[in-house]
């Protein structure tokens, strides 16, 4: 049973996200929702999520085993992962059923589920790699998701997380960052990943070039776009507005975490 709030998350991504012209920056997505990471010479979006996929992947040391893509979007992200895993080596969850089927079409060989972070139905020890990106600011909470990934991964297996977490509760996009965890600082942010089991924890801020990367692309596109006259006034200012309402966005960082579980596989909080 999801919850109003889960409903209402679900209802924006499946509206946003399942939108034939879906595209953040104003071009079409190649099935990802992400942020992407900016070098100085990303030429557009999707081409930063693929990079942030391939910064992702370069932290995952398994190339053998199942690995399952938390929050999997519309199968963009899950479709880079077939880079480093046999596509029948690949699981993907959604909350949402229509973003799901989506990512059918997009991989078929993988495998998709209805579930969510939270609560998993996989058996204990399924998995060898779990990874989510961009999207544990949406669980509720944290800790359901990192117990259940603890749980569902072998011992000594690996997590690789793209998250973004708040310092302070968000003005904007209430319907999908309302009813934020908040972290003062990093280390209360990695307290909680070793108090889930969570070993070797490595923290990384990558706010530069996913956060600000972002932002400064959704700008420098709307202005291309409206010097080259292929868009309206209208749409040149909801382009800027919505780049300086994300950029105003109380993140305490972007960040990516790795972590394992650890070889015992015995840890209090990850053996449930
Ligand atoms: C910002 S998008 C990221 C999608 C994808 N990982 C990507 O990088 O393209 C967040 C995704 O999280 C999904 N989501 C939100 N809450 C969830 C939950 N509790 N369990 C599973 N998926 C969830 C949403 O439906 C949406 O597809």
Redesign the pocket.
Known sequence: MLTDL?KE??GF??RL?CAPEFGLDGRPSA????LGYFTPATPDLNTA?EQ??DVLMARITRRDGLIL??????G??TKCLTKIFSPAAIHG????AR?IELCRTRVPEAHFHV????KMEFPDRMFDVVI????AM???GRRE?LLEAMRVLKPGGEIVV?DMPFSSQPSAFTSVLGGQELYPTLDSYRSLWESCGVQDVEIEDVSGPVWRGFCAHVRNTAFRDLIASVTDGGTFQERLHFAEKMNALPSLAYVIVKGRKGQRGASSHGDR
């Open positions: 889960q998350l679900t991504y499946d996200f099935g990802f929702g992400n999520c942030l996929m893509d938390v929050a999997c979007g519309i963009g992200s969850i959604n909350i949402s973003q579930m969510t972070a939270e989510s990106v961009e999207a949406h669980f509720k998701f793209a």
